[in-house]
């Protein structure tokens, strides 16, 4: 558990690193393409310069949310509960990370 | 103190903000039928509400990570510079929040 709690630790850290930029990225992004077309954002989502880096945020933003979400089931939820609470997050992390990069795939070809 | 509470606040509201991205990318790949009236949405009165919020807490979440990652580097962790940079995030996220919403808001005329 040790172990564990240090690469959870470490890479909650990691993956924070690589979001601030991705963060600004993202927003500066959305505000370049606030209310262009259908046609417009398929365009734009397809080149490398951005299916790269929305990748990147798609992976480890869900890899930091899981890993956020789960100190907070620690410090809030008793322990009986927190396996189920903690499979749950997995689960939505999962989730949002295969909806995210399949809809990026489809959206960029 | 109300720094930290409000990362683990921006970091749920973000948690559940980004699955609705999430939801979304996932209508947007279905075509375009989804995509352009959740833009127009964006853009009514209770769209700007969402779209503020979610921006407030990623800058927010960003910049006062970045205050964690400064202090797990052993710096800025007496209480009168860790009182200093807390008001600091404060005041540039909400002007950063409101700075975006407007530029974003502005360029989709």
């Known amino acids: 558990m040790t172990n564990k709690g240090t690469a959870n630790f470490i890479a909650q850290r990691a993956s924070a690193a690589l979001l601030a930029p991705l963060a600004?990225?993202?927003?500066?992004?959305?505000?370049?393409?606030?209310?262009?077309?259908?046609?417009?954002?398929?365009?734009?989502?397809?080149?490398?310069?951005?299916?790269?880096?929305?990748?990147?945020?798609?992976?480890v933003g869900a890899l930091h949310m899981r890993i956020g979400l789960n100190d907070i089931i620690d410090d809030y939820i008793d322990s009986g509960a927190?396996?189920?609470?903690?499979?749950?997050?997995?689960?939505?992390?999962?989730g949002v990370a295969a909806l995210g990069l399949w809809s990026l795939y489809v959206l960029s070809v | 103190m109300a720094?930290?509470?409000?990362?683990?606040?921006?970091?749920?509201?973000?948690?559940?903000?980004?699955?609705?991205?999430?939801?979304?990318a996932f209508a947007a790949a279905q075509g375009a039928a989804f995509f352009?009236?959740?833009?127009?949405?964006?853009a009514s009165p209770v769209g700007v509400f969402?779209?503020?919020?979610y921006t407030w807490a990623l800058v927010f979440h960003t910049l006062n990570g970045l205050?964690?990652?400064y202090w797990d580097a052993g710096r800025g962790l007496d209480v009168k510079t860790a009182r200093q940079t807390a008001w600091a995030v404060f005041?540039?996220?909400?002007?950063?929040?409101i700075f975006v919403v407007a530029a974003g808001l502005s360029a989709r005329g």
Not at chain 1, 27 to 55: D, F, K, N, Q
Request: with cysteine; net charge positive.
């Open chain 1, 24 to 59: 600004l990225w993202f927003l500066w992004s959305a505000v370049a393409h606030a209310g262009v077309s259908y046609e417009e954002m398929r365009a734009w989502i397809a080149g490398p310069a951005a299916a790269i880096p929305m990748g990147l945020l798609i992976l």
């Open chain 1, 82 to 94: 927190r396996g189920v609470f903690k499979l749950l997050n997995l689960l939505a992390c999962l």
């Open chain 2, 3 to 24: 720094a930290s509470i409000a990362h683990r606040a921006t970091g749920v509201a973000l948690y559940s903000g980004t699955a609705l991205l999430a939801v979304w």
């Open chain 2, 36 to 42: 352009e009236p959740v833009g127009a949405f964006l």
């Open chain 2, 50 to 53: 969402i779209l503020f919020g």
């Open chain 2, 67 to 69: 205050r964690h990652l």
């Open chain 2, 91 to 97: 005041a540039a996220s909400i002007f950063v929040a």
